[in-house]
């Protein structure tokens, strides 16, 4: 590992995103001109999250550009738990839908339960990968559709170019779909991993250890910049609004570039490549 003190090379997830994108489209291109019929992802919104919005509406415009068809359902936020597992049972028969996608969270204070939404789409057309057959998977180290962002932070990780077995990875965050995945697949690169979270005793002390940090806990600038070891890669995962309205990570970005070898900028860092891992996931589902 290049260990170095001078300010950090910056991890643009952003143009990695945009190359993955145009291959994508190559071979989305490919497969039609062969004669085979286009990917299709359902996209199911159910209530009027402003985020949630935001968030789909990207992800179906990432679709349009490399041609994979966007089935897009948006149910209002009282059509309840029955009429929603009805709608992904009918998707999971549709020869057409090669991907599904239920953006979470789902509304609350209905009888929604999200975890018995994700069960019921079939494992083989699970985008997302949240599904617990998949997570299962992923923990044994078998080959399944892997959660979007983790599978995107691993790619910008490889951007690097850096031999990882037997460094220390620090996660800081312990959710479903980043911390406990991204955890599980830096260990599959034989890395010492050590997962930290809101109680965690000295966090400072922890991340200080790490080589490689992942910080995912939608807390704004947590990870201070004087933890970080130098020569450290740090992946910032989260998007926040700080006191000034201004968009920052759950890392303090230009204190952490002093000392870091390599940082994720937010915005453009991880955040694109969550999109472009729906896609890749999306489109392995049809190729499959
Ligand atoms: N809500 C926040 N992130 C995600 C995601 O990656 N997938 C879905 N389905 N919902 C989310």
């Given at each position: 590992m290049n260990l170095s003190d001078t300010p950090a090379q910056v991890l643009d997830g952003k143009a990695l995103s945009e190359r993955i994108l145009d291959s994508l489209k190559e071979q989305v291109?490919?497969?039609?001109?062969?004669?085979?019929?286009?990917?299709?992802?359902?996209?199911?919104?159910v209530g009027n999250d402003p985020a949630s919005h935001v968030y789909v509406r990207n992800k179906r415009r990432a679709?349009?550009?490399v041609g994979i068809t966007t089935i897009h359902h948006e149910l209002d936020e009282h059509i309840g738990q029955a009429a929603l597992l009805e709608l992904v049972q009918k998707l999971n028969n549709d020869p057409e839908v090669h991907g599904i996608?239920?953006?979470?969270?789902?509304?609350?204070?209905?009888?929604?339960?999200?975890?018995?939404?994700?069960?019921?789409?079939?494992?083989?057309?699970?985008?997302?990968?949240?599904?617990?057959?998949?997570?299962?998977?992923?923990?044994?180290?078998r080959k399944a559709p892997v959660p979007c962002t983790p599978k995107g932070i691993m790619s910008l990780l490889d951007e690097c170019g850096l031999d990882l077995m037997g460094r220390h990875a620090v996660v800081v965050g312990r959710s479903?779909?980043?911390?406990?995945?991204?955890a599980l697949?830096?260990?599959?690169?034989?890395?010492?991993?050590?997962i930290c979270h809101s109680r965690t005793r000295d966090l400072a002390a922890?991340?200080?250890?790490?080589?490689?940090?992942?910080?995912?806990?939608?807390?704004?600038?947590?990870?201070?910049?004087?933890?970080?070891?130098?020569?450290?890669?740090?992946?910032?995962?989260?998007?926040?609004?700080?006191?000034e309205g201004k968009l920052v990570g759950d890392v303090e970005y230009h204190a952490a570039a002093q000392r870091a070898a390599w940082i994720t900028p937010v915005p453009g860092g991880v955040g694109p490549?969550?999109?472009?891992?729906?896609?890749?996931?999306?489109?392995?589902?049809y190729a499959n």
């Open positions: 291109e490919a497969k039609r001109n062969a004669g085979l019929p286009a990917p299709g992802l359902a996209t199911v919104l679709c349009g550009k996608l239920v953006q979470l969270p789902l509304p609350k204070g209905g009888d929604y339960d999200e975890n018995a939404v994700l069960a019921a789409i079939d494992p083989a057309k699970d985008a997302d990968g949240f599904h617990p057959f998949n997570q299962g998977a992923l923990m044994q180290g479903n779909i980043v911390g406990k995945p991204i697949l830096l260990l599959e690169r034989h890395m010492t991993v050590t922890e991340v200080g250890r790490a080589d490689i940090v992942v910080a995912a806990v939608g807390v704004p600038e947590l990870v201070r910049g004087d933890w970080v070891k130098p020569g450290a890669v740090v992946l910032d995962v989260g998007i926040n609004r700080n006191e490549m969550t999109i472009a891992m729906l896609l890749q996931n999306t489109f392995e589902a």
